[in-house]
């Protein structure tokens, strides 16, 4: 009791200091603004003409019409003018201030999209080749560069985006799916008084709010817990957290809040209990990043923006400037990866935003250009969602190594990360079994013992690098910026590097404002504040309902298509299938246990898909979820993608195998297979084996020492069990590791092996073996369905 009051006191007189320190600091800033404002009001500079009414409305009592805002670099209002004459010359200087802080209002507050859908990409190529110049050439098709895209088309530039493979390809598909400020740089800003970190922290709260409003569909807040097992931490941890909430001001969230034990493990039922004191939940935003990088292009095409994947940069074009002499960049020579043409793409300015490969660009310019970046490989593992709550994160701020894991609900998963370790640059990272077990590891610290946490568990696994970059301009340039960094070359190249994913809309507004000012470009102010991305303006959180009453999908499915399309889903349920069945009347599964549907899959092409890699793991998230369940829906997305692209039966095979080889190494298939070799050792008890002998014997009842599909039909067949073959054929060749066309006695052992020490998990052919041994007298149905995680097989008699 004594200790409560301490600690409530501690909490008080602690939070009351920091509330009125930063609400001081707060309120400075804001008159600073407000001075700037009012003193430059005579200096105005034109901004971007609207082409709508927009209406202004001085403290919302004198309304009146306008049509130019002059806006400061702060985006607060400079200047109006009606009819092209300017206010200051029809009121006093104080009603001039007055307009400053004007509340603008208005149907649309930016002009409407050139086009209602996304061009093809055919018509993206054209536009490419054929216009004589673009304004701005932005090269690399991440978060980064599509926000760049996106920034310069909404100002009015005439912009173009390349992109050597897919969007969202390399590391903005690979991330924590997090949109957060970064507790532990607020941690270290105030440990070092590091000022660059707190500015930096403080931005990424502003963008998050930012983030969550424009793409509501495809994020949303979500609360995450940090356990405590030690008292002194409470206090010192919950003053850390509600600095975090005070430093993001209006853009909080919710407020954070404190937990006592009893009330942690009910939201939390998984945490290990032993020594738990209590929790502190605060909360963060979570994405979807793929589906976020992709609504980001897309939006930039529809504004006009010349988008294209698969565009590789070839070198660069470069021009002798007249007044200075130098050669300045002023294009690319591009290539179509998939056809192999090569043209020119010409532009006034180009942006380098190739994240890891920032220095290959750069060298393309000044092949003696030192570099910049220096990558680090995140890997996260993927894992059945009973790990955690559906609605509850949890954060380990301090791992054996000194690190940070995250452990997170997504998309009905457990996503948990991430590593941070030195890597080379490459295109095709792949996680290493160490980094996937060193997560797997920390994962048991923090989970109750009555939780098994299985290698064979792990459903997918990823590494993504991390662009960190020094900055080429400090005077220290071995030290690594936490922050973004926008460097210029002597050619007038345009740098954008490091950042966060949170960033990724103010790291675009300052390249192209650097890109504005060293090229002369004319363009307003960004207007990307507020500007909806593709599927965010209509949609609802109800808007699944309609889905669901208007075209007769399945309520699971018609959730995930709001979530994933916003009010773009309505085109998706158009071209959904009919299922033949009195319910769902309309769309055809994927995979049985994941919501994705066929009418995806011809979507996916109108989103500039164009391999069955990217409707793997970008379109769709199959590949991120489950490898197994994405090799499995392969054959049927390389047959609809290939008649939406008219592909042959060769390219087809292709497609097939370049997807089942990104499976195996990038999203962690090899890493889980061979949990399973024929290498693999026998470590059963005596009574063990003659238990599986037992059982094996079941099916072979020949002697052989193997067993078959014909076996294995016989035994069904005699329960009165009907079993597709291809199914039955997948079955075993999960188990038939040298590849035979048979289960030996041996191959069984070292599957039963693997189950008992947890390295497999969810193999058919185990559940349905022992179901079968069970059931022979009662002819009970046996369930073959993939387990997302699997039976715990190796105790069962």
């Not at 640059?425 to 077990?437: F, G, V």
């Not at 009842?701 to 294995?712: E, L, M, N, P, R």
């Not at 070292?750 to 079968?772: C, E, F, H, N, P």
Request: neutral net charge; contains cysteine.
């Amino acid at each position: 009791m004594a200790f409560q009051k301490a600690f409530k006191g501690t909490v008080l007189v602690g939070g009351g200091a920091l509330a009125t320190v930063l609400g001081l600091s707060q309120f400075a800033q804001y008159r600073r603004k407000q001075g700037e404002y009012s003193l430059g009001c005579k200096d105005y500079e034109l901004g971007f003409q609207f082409c709508v009414d927009v209406r202004v409305s001085l403290h919302k009592t004198c309304m009146f019409p306008i049509k130019m805002l002059a806006y400061s670099r702060e985006g607060g209002v400079q200047m109006c003018f009606c009819d092209s004459t300017p206010y200051e010359t029809k009121m006093s200087l104080s009603s001039v201030i007055i307009v400053n802080l004007a509340y603008v209002e208005a149907a649309e507050c930016f002009t409407e999209p050139v086009n209602r859908e996304p061009p093809s990409r055919e018509a993206q190529l054209l536009t490419l080749q054929n216009t004589p110049e673009f304004d701005i050439l932005v090269i690399g098709g991440g978060a980064t560069g599509s926000g760049c895209a996106l920034d310069a088309v909404t100002r009015g530039l005439k912009t173009a985006l390349v992109e050597r493979d897919d969007f969202s390809s390399g590391t903005s598909s690979r991330s924590t799916k997090l949109i957060h400020g970064g507790v532990r740089y607020l941690q270290k800003a105030i440990m070092k008084l590091d000022i660059e970190q707190y500015r930096m922290v403080k931005e990424a709260l502003h963008e998050r709010a930012n983030l969550l409003e424009i793409a509501p569909h495809l994020s949303a807040p979500l609360p995450i817990m940090l356990p405590i097992y030690k008292w002194w931490q409470l206090p010192y941890y919950w003053v850390g957290i509600k600095l975090y909430d005070l430093v993001a001001g209006s853009n909080c969230l919710k407020s954070s809040y404190v937990l006592s034990k009893s009330r942690a493990l009910e939201h939390f039922p998984m945490l290990q209990k032993d020594k738990l004191v209590g929790a502190i939940v605060y909360y963060d935003g979570q994405h979807n990043d793929a589906r976020m990088n992709l609504a980001i292009a897309l939006t930039a095409a529809r504004y006009g923006a010349a988008t294209a994947n698969y565009m590789e940069v070839v070198s660069l074009l470069k021009k002798t400037d007249p007044e200075t002499g130098k050669d300045c960049v002023r294009g690319a020579r591009c290539k179509d990866v998939l056809t192999g043409q090569e043209f020119d793409v010409r532009a006034k300015c180009v942006i380098n935003a190739t994240g890891p490969f920032t220095d290959s660009v750069r060298k393309m310019d000044d092949k003696n250009a030192a570099a910049i970046c220096q990558p680090s490989a995140g890997v996260h593992i993927v894992m059945p969602g009973y790990y955690s709550p559906e609605s509850m994160g949890l954060l380990d701020p301090a791992t054996s190594d000194g690190r940070v894991i995250f452990f997170l609900p997504w998309q009905k998963m457990t996503i948990a990360g991430t590593t941070d370790t030195p890597t080379d640059i490459t295109s095709h990272p792949i996680p290493s079994e160490e980094d996937i077990n060193f997560i797997l590891n920390e994962v048991r610290n923090y989970l109750s013992c009555d939780v098994e946490v299985r290698r064979g568990d792990v459903l997918a696994a990823w590494s993504g690098i991390r662009p960190l970059v020094t900055d080429p301009n400090s005077a220290d340039t071995q030290s690594i910026s936490r922050n973004h960094v926008v460097d210029i070359s002597e050619s007038g190249l345009i740098t954008i590097a490091g950042g966060k994913w949170t960033t990724y809309r103010s790291m675009a507004e300052d390249t192209v404002n650097a890109a504005i000012k060293t090229h002369n470009l004319k363009a307003g102010p960004s207007r990307t504040v507020g500007l909806f991305l593709q599927g965010g303006k209509d949609w609802s959180p109800t808007l699944y309902i309609r889905l669901v009453q208007d075209y007769g999908l399945e309520s699971e499915v018609a959730q995930h298509l709001a979530a994933t399309y916003g009010d773009k889903a309505f085109e998706v349920a158009k071209m959904a299938s009919v299922t033949g069945k009195r319910w769902p009347v309309v769309g055809v599964r994927l995979v049985s246990e994941f919501p994705y549907i066929e009418a995806e899959v011809k979507y996916g092409v109108k989103e500039y898909a164009c391999t069955a890699v990217d409707m793997i793991s970008r379109r769709t998230r199959l590949a991120f979820l489950n490898v197994q369940a994405a090799e499995e829906a392969l054959p049927r997305i390389v047959e609809l993608m290939g008649r939406e692209l008219n592909w042959d039966d060769r390219k087809k095979e292709q497609e097939l195998e370049t997807a089942r080889k990104f499976l195996y190494y990038e999203m962690g298939y090899k890493s889980r297979s061979e949990q399973l070799t024929d290498r693999s050792e026998i470590s059963l008890l005596p009574s063990d084996i003659d238990r599986y002998k037992k059982r094996f014997h079941k099916f072979d009842a020949d002697q052989k020492g193997f067993i078959t599909i014909v076996d294995v039909q016989r035994v069904l067949e005699s329960i009165n069990v009907q079993m597709d073959e291809n199914t039955l054929h997948e079955i075993l060749n999960e188990v038939d590791l040298n590849k035979n066309g048979q289960v030996e006695l041996n191959e069984f052992l070292q599957l039963m092996s693997a189950i008992q020490k947890g390295r497999v998990s969810g193999s058919r052919l185990a559940i349905l073996m022992k179901t079968a041994e069970e059931n022979l007298d009662r002819r009970v149905p046996i369930p073959v369905d993939r387990s997302c995680g699997g039976l715990d097989l190796s105790t069962s008699d």
